[in-house]
């Protein structure tokens, strides 16, 4: 069964690093997504991505944040200069462009700024 | 305000007992709602998903659930839990269109006892 896959599964990083956190969605959908979890927390959506730009972003992602497809598979989130409330873990999602589709999600990269 | 409550943060039933996780949900238009499940460590596997028909819609691993659009409600049932449901439950609902977001509620962490 297709699925979406995601690298680093764990990320260690100095705060004020850039991260690029990496996702290949499942090869024919066309709809992108980002969301994170931090620790003991619910689950909370970041960008939706289609067509190569952004459809809806959640006032999380701030300046400090980019998302970019820079090939036919890849799909980054970008962290500018990390802070210590960036640790979490971040799931990227992909959906098909049919009504009704499911969100498959990533298996998370786990991300921890010091 | 879109959002979803689940009530009870943890719940711990012995192993054979039936379980019900509670969800509630506030939404504009008609939901698109939707259950995962994820295990320590894991990413976010989808149980069910309802959006029309049946109210009763039956999802992996035996669960099912039930929309009651009068209270708001989509809870999640089992009849009878193994250890291996052991698990972070999370109700989520969003909209029909593949571009939307997925809003999840905080979570019900289920915990079973030998």
């Known amino acids: 069964e297709p699925e979406v896959t995601q690298t680093p599964s764990h990320q260690v990083t100095q705060m004020g690093q850039e991260v690029i956190l990496r996702c290949v969605p499942i090869s024919n959908h066309l709809y992108f997504y980002w969301y994170r979890q931090i620790l003991g927390q619910k689950v909370e959506f970041l960008v939706s991505f289609y067509n190569n730009e952004i459809s809806e972003k959640s006032e999380i992602f701030d300046d400090q944040f980019s998302v970019e497809r820079p090939d036919g598979s890849n799909f980054t989130l970008k962290i500018r200069s990390t802070k210590l409330e960036d640790s979490a873990m971040y799931f990227c999602?992909?959906?098909?462009?049919?009504?009704?589709?499911?969100?498959?999600f990533g298996p998370g990269t786990r991300l921890l700024v010091l | 305000a879109q959002s979803v409550t689940q009530p009870d943060i943890h719940i711990t039933v012995s192993e054979g007992a039936s379980l019900e996780l509670r969800c509630n949900y506030s939404y504009g238009a008609t939901p698109y709602l939707f259950w995962y499940v994820q295990s320590p460590g894991q990413g976010l596997q989808l149980l069910l998903k309802?959006?029309?028909?049946?109210?009763l819609v039956q999802g992996i691993k035996g669960f099912e659930a039930e929309f009651k659009r009068s209270q708001s409600s989509f809870n999640l049932r089992k009849p009878s839990v193994h250890w291996s449901d052991a698990a972070e439950y999370f109700c989520?609902?969003?909209?029909?269109?593949?571009?939307?977001?997925?809003?999840f509620g905080s979570g019900t962490r289920l915990s079973i006892r030998p």
């Open positions: 999602a992909s959906t098909g462009a049919g009504y009704q589709e499911t969100q498959y």
């Open positions: 989520a609902v969003g909209a029909s269109s593949s571009a939307s977001k997925i809003i």
């Open positions: 309802y959006f029309s028909g049946d109210t």
